[in-house]
């Protein structure tokens, strides 16, 4: 009996205890949201603010890395107006987050998908915020044009593959190593797999940034790049930690074969003393 109470009790404590209440989603909303999968435009509130998502799987993703576990909390006072660049900002979630914990923050931020671009620029609209730029091109190692395929997920990329379909259009690129030509206080990277060439490309300009998340996408035979990026960060001046991103091999000496384009996800925090 008192392990049956002790059950119901844990239950309870944990619908109040759940980090969805804290951004203001309730039981009932929850349990749609984990549950409900489509491709339809849908809204819901977060820490007071309408959202409009369509990929169900991403959102809570995003909820649950940005929100749930403050993968970009920084010790920046809420009165400083810190200057952000976000590359892959998806639908917003980074930028939401950002200026809920930095309301005067002057935020850059890059979405190339079109579907995301779309539900992005209408969050800006709803969210009314100051000083926030959105652009749709992609973040790259030159200012021109480049092939990219859209998802309307967290995986859209350049298409590196040279992939031929309906979802694959030609966009404008912008390179980052002119705009890291004057002081960065967050840089965030998440360009699904062009973050080694970015990153090799304005390693020069990494003085000017003060803090660096990097999430990065790589396969078993690509380790030479990742340990280069280490190289580059560590020769800009900075520390860095290294949290797993996604925990595709639970047991990596016996590895079963896997369908993501990934074999190895990173999430690198790089920060100066």
């Known amino acids: 009996m008192k ?3 002790r059950g119901v009790f844990n239950r309870i404590t944990h619908l109040f205890e759940s980090p969805y209440r804290k951004v203001g989603i309730g039981f009932v909303r929850e349990k749609i949201l984990k549950h409900t999968r ?3 435009i849908k809204t819901i509130s977060v820490c007071g603010l309408r959202i409009l998502y369509k990929d169900d799987l991403s959102f809570i993703h995003s909820l649950e890395e940005i929100f749930f576990s403050d993968i970009y909390k920084s010790n920046y006072d809420k009165n400083k107006r810190v200057k952000i660049i976000d590359c892959g900002t998806n639908i917003g979630m980074s930028i939401l987050y950002f200026k809920l914990n930095n309301p005067l923050a002057e935020i850059e931020a890059f979405e190339p998908d079109k579907k995301n671009y779309e539900l992005l620029n209408s969050n800006m609209r709803n ?5 926030i730029n959105i652009s749709d091109s992609a973040i790259w190692i030159n200012d021109a044009e480049i092939e990219f395929m859209n998802t309307g997920d967290l995986g859209g990329k350049i298409n590196d593959s040279k992939t031929k379909g309906e979802n694959i259009s030609l966009i404008k690129c912008t390179r980052l190593k002119r705009i890291l030509e004057e002081p960065v206080d967050i840089l965030k990277m998440d360009i699904e ?7 090799k490309d304005c390693q020069e300009n990494l003085k000017n940034v003060s803090n660096l998340f990097l999430e990065y996408h790589g396969k078993f035979s690509d380790n030479h790049k990742l340990i280069e990026i280490f190289q580059i960060i560590e020769s800009a001046g900075f520390k860095f930690y290294i949290k797993e991103a996604a925990n595709l091999y639970p047991t990596p000496f016996f590895r079963k074969a896997t369908t ?3 074999e190895v996800q990173l999430n690198i925090f790089a920060f100066r003393d």
């Not at 969210?127 to 000083?131: A, L, P, R, S």
């Open 193 to 199: 797999g062009a973050e080694y060439e970015v990153i």
């Open 260 to 262: 993501h384009p990934y």
């Open 38 to 40: 489509n491709n339809k």
């Open 3 to 5: 392990l049956l109470v």
């Open 127 to 131: 969210w009314n915020f100051n000083n």
